[in-house]
């Protein structure tokens, strides 16, 4: 069984950062590739960033790329979403997911997902 906690969420103004962990539990968290999603109110679940298992493999979704970075520190069983010159519509419930197929971007591919942490950046 694998669990997926998100923390680091918050308000935050236009152009401030954030960083959110995921705090994976089980043994297996070094084998899986992992996400970050997020749901905007009213519409649907986005695709945001995936790492595979060993770090080397990253894709971001276009809007935040050159703002958002996404790591991993296996021995923490962590992973994390740096997100910098934040912008309105950033603002979303972000969840973190796991997957065992590398490069994952869309939401059916992986399998186990977090409650997910509210992001609101607004003035």
């Known amino acids: 069984q694998v669990q997926l906690v998100e923390s680091g969420g918050g308000l935050v103004q236009p152009g401030g950062s954030l960083r959110l962990s995921c705090l994976v539990s089980?043994?297996?968290?070094?084998?899986?590739?992992m996400g970050w999603f997020r749901r905007a109110p009213g519409k649907e679940r986005e695709f945001v960033a995936t790492?595979?298992?060993?770090?080397?493999?990253?894709y971001y979704k276009n809007s935040v790329k050159g703002r958002f970075t996404i790591s991993r520190d296996n021995a923490k069983n962590t992973v994390y979403l740096q997100m910098n010159n934040l912008k309105p519509e950033d603002t979303a419930v972000y969840y973190c997911?796991?997957?065992?197929?590398?490069?994952?971007?869309?939401?059916?591919?992986?399998?186990?997902w977090g409650e997910g942490t509210q992001v609101t950046v607004s003035s």
């Open positions: 997911a796991a997957s065992p197929r590398p490069g994952a971007t869309i939401s059916s591919m992986y399998d186990y």
């Open positions: 089980g043994r297996t968290f070094g084998s899986y590739a």
């Open positions: 790492i595979t298992w060993n770090g080397f493999n990253i």
